[in-house]
């Protein structure tokens, strides 16, 4: 049912690099979102966006940038990535007439080694 | 403060039984939504039930129903019927504010459920 998609679905990359890690609906939802888990725990936002040009930090700080200027496309990226970055980034949208949920993509591992 | 709170880290259950997992949330607004959510292995996390805080009756979507009790601040998820495909993560979020904003979710820490054969 979802059309979500995010890219890669693992990376392993060296510290100090700059990584994107994308994120593409084909639904037209307006809303989209960055959520940041760590294995075996819960979810934490940390960037969402109400549609093109606007984006907000969530409630995690986090070191990375998001951008929004398609309204399907929304990366994040890390300027110099760390080994304190490894985690699991989920992307998800949802939009207003049918905003009893969101809808999750399949997440992106990463590790920095 | 903890917005979400799944007190049961692990359960184990017998194929085909019933099984409850347990989320009490604690809010201030009067509109707001609860979510449950199974992640499995592979990572994805793939919606299951809706209950709004104005909804009467309790959801239902296949074998799974919402126990919703708006006094005790409970929303317990009722698997019936247990597969052994149902064992994975779940998680119990919450949306705060009116539906029109974003769709920003506080999640609870999850409940590992594995079914035995």
């Known amino acids: 049912e979802a059309d979500i998609y995010q890219t890669p679905r693992y990376l392993v990359i060296g510290t100090g690099k700059k990584i994107t890690l994308e994120c593409s609906q084909t639904?037209?939802?307006?809303?989209m979102y960055w959520y940041q888990q760590d294995p075996g725990m819960e979810l934490h936002l940390i960037h969402y966006s109400y549609g093109v040009n606007s984006t907000e930090k969530g409630d995690l700080s986090s070191e990375s940038t998001v951008s929004r200027i398609r309204t399907e496309h929304f990366p994040l990226t890390l300027e110099s990535a760390r080994p304190s970055h490894t985690s699991q980034y989920l992307c998800?949208?949802?939009?207003?007439?049918?905003?009893?949920?969101?809808?999750f993509g399949q997440g992106t591992r990463l590790t920095v080694v | 403060a903890q917005k979400i709170t799944q007190t049961q880290p692990g359960m184990f259950v017998q194929e085909k039984e019933a099984v409850t997992l347990d989320c009490t949330y604690d809010t201030s607004d009067q509109s707001y939504g609860l979510f449950w959510y199974k992640q499995p292995s592979s990572g994805e996390m793939i919606f299951l039930i809706y209950?709004?805080?104005?909804?009467?009756q309790n959801a239902t979507e296949g074998r799974y129903s919402l126990n919703f009790q708006k006094a005790r601040k409970s929303a317990n998820l009722v698997i019936s019927a247990s597969q052994l495909g149902d064992s994975a993560m779940y998680f119990c979020?919450?949306?705060?504010?009116?539906?029109?904003?974003?769709?920003?979710?506080?999640f609870g820490q999850g409940t590992r459920l594995t079914i035995n054969p």
């Open positions: 998800a949208s949802s939009e207003f007439r049918r905003a009893r949920k969101a809808f």
């Open positions: 209950q709004g805080s104005y909804d009467e």
């Open positions: 979020a919450m949306r705060e504010g009116r539906i029109q904003g974003a769709q920003k979710l506080v």
């Open positions: 639904m037209g939802h307006d809303k």
